[in-house]
């Protein structure tokens, strides 16, 4: 029944490796988005696609790439990690913003 | 560009009491504005969702205001619990996104 499913809950890895999260929603929505939580809690978006399609690409290094194979899917891969890329990324999506943002439940990725 | 702050950072309350958090943003050209819960270690829960064209939203004990003009929106929390306590995020539709605050995080006491 969960709405905005991410795998895995908890990610640790080493320096330079790729890695993949991954992300299902059951809602029908048309939109998807990776936000990014830092150590401040403070949240900021990432990317949204609208039905497979890249809408918004914030200023994301080039070692984050997206892939929406379809509209309920939309999966992260990261290459050659740093650490400061540790932080919880959080999947979300919505049908068209008036109805609000649902939201995953995260996944907290820690780069050692 | 779109700034949202959230006032107090933090805040702890006896059992009890009639609380309000802050929500400041400074483009008033908003779709929509939300506020989640967000529990340690846990994802984010939606609370209230206030359209642009409306002034307030009530669930159960919490009543959310939005005054658009002034870029304010306030989360009132009544009777508040020790469940209440969590950080309390406001985020406002702009631009086919969310814009996030920081956040407050509430420590109701028993």
């Known amino acids: 029944d969960t709405a905005v499913s991410q795998t895995p809950k908890y990610l640790v890895t080493q320096m330079g490796n790729d890695k993949s999260i991954k992300c299902e929603q059951n809602?029908?929505?048309?939109?998807m988005y990776w936000y990014k939580q830092d150590s401040k809690k403070f949240l900021k978006i990432m990317f949204s696609?609208?039905?497979?399609?890249?809408?918004i690409n914030e200023t994301v290094p080039n070692r984050f790439s997206p892939k929406s194979p379809d509209k309920a899917h939309l999966n992260l891969h990261i290459n050659s990690l740093e650490l400061g890329d540790s932080a919880v990324y959080f999947c979300?999506?919505?049908?068209?913003?008036?109805?609000?943002?649902?939201f995953g439940s995260g996944t907290r990725l820690t780069v050692v | 560009k779109q700034e949202v702050t959230q006032i107090p950072a933090a805040l702890s309350v006896p059992e009890g009491e009639n609380l309000v958090l802050n929500c400041s943003f400074t483009?008033?050209?908003?779709?929509?504005l939300q506020w989640f819960r967000q529990d340690p270690g846990k994802g984010l829960t939606s609370l209230l969702l206030?359209?642009?064209?409306?002034r307030e939203q009530t669930s159960g004990r919490l009543n959310a205001s939005l005054d658009k003009s002034s870029g304010r929106s306030t989360l009132y929390i009544a009777a508040s619990q020790p469940g209440d306590s969590a950080t309390y995020l406001c985020?406002?539709?702009?631009?086919?996104?969310?814009?996030f605050g920081q956040g407050t995080e509430l420590s109701v006491k028993p």
């Open positions: 979300a999506s919505s049908q068209d913003s008036v109805w609000g943002y649902t």
């Open positions: 809602l029908g929505h048309d939109t």
């Open positions: 696609y609208n039905n497979k399609e890249l809408i």
């Open positions: 483009d008033s050209a908003i779709y929509n």
């Open positions: 206030i359209q642009s064209s409306q």
């Open positions: 985020a406002v539709t702009q631009g086919g996104k969310l814009i």
